[in-house]
């Protein structure tokens, strides 16, 4: 199985729409979890960290589900510009290195 | 905004010679990082490094890598003897030791191996 596994995608929606991401992790130690947008061809820009209690930053909403080890992005009213690879990236411990999931694609259509 | 930052931005070389990637980490971070990412694949892990040393290498970083920070500010990536699989886009990361355990990227450096 591996560490970090995401939707498969793409994910094709309508402006305004709202979409969905999941992420699944295997390493029960994990401590910290992040979703990061990348642009084709671009570095990963961090896009929120995700707490335990849920957190939300404008548009975007992220949940973490320890007990099923489980991260959720949730993207309201998207935008053109949202179109990007969103990433799931996991570590263990503070300064221990990211493992990434695959990424999951969106387009958002005019 | 302090970023970091990543030379050269394209590299191409032939099959078994050197190459040094560069990168500056933002000034006050203290761990560092290199991860790769072979087109249309994900972003893999390769070497991170803390107080001058390696404190952890993946599988993909044998002994034709060594990583450095020569000077204390500038952190490089070094391949021995190239090969073409290593083409791939590598990129520098660097973490905040006073925050959250957040890693910020440079802009990547596109290896290309003829």
């Known amino acids: 199985r591996k560490e970090v596994e995401q939707d498969p995608g793409p994910f094709n929606v309508p402006e305004g729409a709202t979409v969905a991401f999941n992420c699944t992790y295997s390493?029960?130690?994990?401590?910290?979890f992040f979703w990061y947008r990348q642009d084709c061809r671009k570095e990963p820009k961090l896009l929120m960290s995700?707490?335990?209690s849920g957190n939300e930053d404008g548009r975007f909403t992220a949940q973490l589900n320890r007990a099923s080890q489980y991260i959720s992005l949730l993207i309201r009213d998207s935008k053109l510009s949202d179109s990007a690879t969103y990433l799931c990236?996991?570590?263990?411990?503070?300064?221990?290195?990211?493992?990434f999931g695959p990424g999951t694609r969106l387009s958002v259509l005019p | 905004e302090p970023e970091v930052t990543q030379t050269p931005s394209h590299q191409v070389t032939q099959m078994g010679q050197e190459v040094i990637l560069r990168c500056v980490p933002i000034?006050?971070?203290?761990?560092f990082y290199w991860y790769r990412q072979i087109l249309g694949q994900k972003v893999e892990f390769l070497v991170s490094?803390?107080?001058?040393?390696?404190?952890?290498k993946s599988e993909i970083f044998d002994d034709q890598f060594s990583v450095e920070r020569p000077d204390g500010s500038n952190f490089t990536l070094k391949i021995r003897s190239t090969k073409l699989e290593d083409s791939a886009m590598y990129f520098c990361?660097?973490?905040?030791?006073?925050?959250?355990?957040?890693?910020?990227f440079g802009p990547g450096t596109r290896l290309l191996v003829l």
């Open positions: 990361a660097s973490s905040d030791p006073t925050g959250r355990e957040t890693q910020y």
């Open positions: 390493n029960s130690a994990s401590q910290s």
């Open positions: 995700v707490y335990s």
């Open positions: 990236a996991v570590i263990r411990n503070y300064g221990q290195n990211f493992v």
């Open positions: 000034s006050n971070h203290l761990y």
């Open positions: 490094f803390y107080n001058n040393e390696i404190s952890e």
